[in-house]
């Protein structure tokens, strides 16, 4: 699977921004896939993921202000992201993996596969 996310940008706290992930190379459906971020001098992190029957789970810290949604007509997966505060910002990527399953899929070291990273700065 090729990934290839998009969407991020500066914002004002409060503001909100929409990451896309376009993905090719393999069928789209039965894939787990996630949103991961790694802000500078810090671990890459787990924010949100579907597994492959479609259950979601979010990081604490995002939950109730991300939303993550994928369209598999369009080989696409969506990170929805409102109240945004300054502790967002990081480098977004996306990730999918066929093997992953749901006690693994709020571990980066689970997937194989990876965007390229999109930038999301919010500024107090």
């Known amino acids: 699977v090729q990934l290839q996310a998009s969407g991020g940008g500066l914002v004002q706290a409060g503001g909100s921004l929409r990451l896309s992930c376009a993905a090719s190379?393999?069928?789209?459906?039965?894939?787990?896939m996630g949103w991961f971020r790694q802000a500078p001098g810090k671990e890459r992190e787990f924010v949100a993921a579907f597994s492959r029957s479609g259950i979601t789970s979010y990081a604490d810290s995002v939950k109730g202000r991300f939303t993550i949604s994928r369209d598999n007509a369009k080989n696409m997966m969506y990170l929805q992201m409102n109240s945004l505060k300054p502790e967002d910002t990081a480098l977004y990527y996306c990730?999918?993996?066929?093997?992953?399953?749901?006690?693994?899929?709020?571990?980066?070291?689970?997937?194989?596969?990876w965007g390229q990273g999109t930038q999301v700065t919010v500024s107090s």
């Open positions: 990730a999918a993996d066929s093997s992953v399953i749901l006690t693994t899929m709020r571990f980066a070291s689970a997937y194989h596969n």
């Open positions: 190379g393999r069928t789209f459906s039965n894939v787990a």
